[in-house]
């Protein structure tokens, strides 16, 4: 079975850094992966489809790169709505799977 | 811009069958190319995906949950529902309707509905 796993657990970060989150499969998933960002008492939004392309109405900010085993999520300017939670997701045509997910604070 | 809201019972004791309904508006069910899903989400921790079925009634469950799911749809009422039976209480969480597009992303989340596992 495939396990996701993402890197930091979590991140503290300022208004204006640059971020990048980490995501792992431990087997090759192409490039079907997406980025949700999540707040509390929300349901996930949609960040990032098929590795890089960024959902319609999403900043330009977000940015998601890599294929195979390693994927990137980067915020290029952090704005104060991007203090989230963001999860990984793999899709393999019958299950999706969710990384434990990397949570972005002061 | 389809919109999906969860209905049914927060609470359900222990043992018994968890029954909830998702109801799609602004947009067709019947339409090809996605899948339509559920999700659950445990208190203060991560995503769980569940399940889900095409509009010709094909669907595809975690094994995790050993059977014990369900998921079915109406197209021509616009919702699909989920049963969860023999509940305990590692059940108790927040379960989402989703719609799951093309590209393997959940395009669409229902807000979300708690649903606690206790006698």
């Known amino acids: 079975d495939i396990q996701m796993t993402q890197s930091p657990s979590t991140l503290s970060a300022s208004v204006g850094d640059s971020v990048t989150i980490t995501c792992r499969a431990s087997q090759s998933i192409g490039d079907w992966l997406a980025w949700y960002q999540q707040k509390p008492g929300k349901a996930p939004k949609l960040l990032i489809y098929k590795a890089s392309r960024l959902e319609t109405g999403v900043p330009a900010r977000f940015s998601g790169s890599g294929s195979g085993t390693q994927f990137t999520l980067t915020i290029s300017s952090l704005q104060p709505d991007d203090f989230a939670t963001y999860y990984c997701?793999?899709?393999?045509?019958?299950?999706?799977?969710f990384g434990p997910g990397t949570k972005v604070d002061v | 811009q389809v919109q999906m809201q969860e209905s049914g019972p927060g609470l359900v004791k222990p043992s018994q069958t968890l029954s909830l309904t998702c109801s799609v508006s602004?947009?067709?069910?019947?339409?090809?190319?996605?899948?339509w899903s559920w999700i659950r989400q445990y208190p203060g921790k991560g995503l769980e995906w569940i399940g889900h079925?095409?509009?010709?009634?094909?669907?595809f469950y975690n094994v995790s949950l050993k059977s014990r799911a369900t998921i079915s749809v109406d197209a021509s009422k616009s919702h699909f529902s989920l049963t969860l039976s023999s509940v305990i209480a590692a059940d108790t969480a927040v379960y989402y309707c989703?719609?799951?597009?093309?590209?393997?992303?959940?395009?669409?989340w229902g807000q979300g509905t708690l649903v606690t596992v206790s006698s």
């Open positions: 997701q793999n899709y393999n045509t019958v299950s999706l799977l």
């Open positions: 989703a719609r799951v597009s093309w590209s393997g992303s959940v395009d669409s």
């Open positions: 079925i095409y509009d010709n009634g094909g669907a």
């Open positions: 602004g947009g067709s069910i019947s339409r090809g190319s996605y899948y």
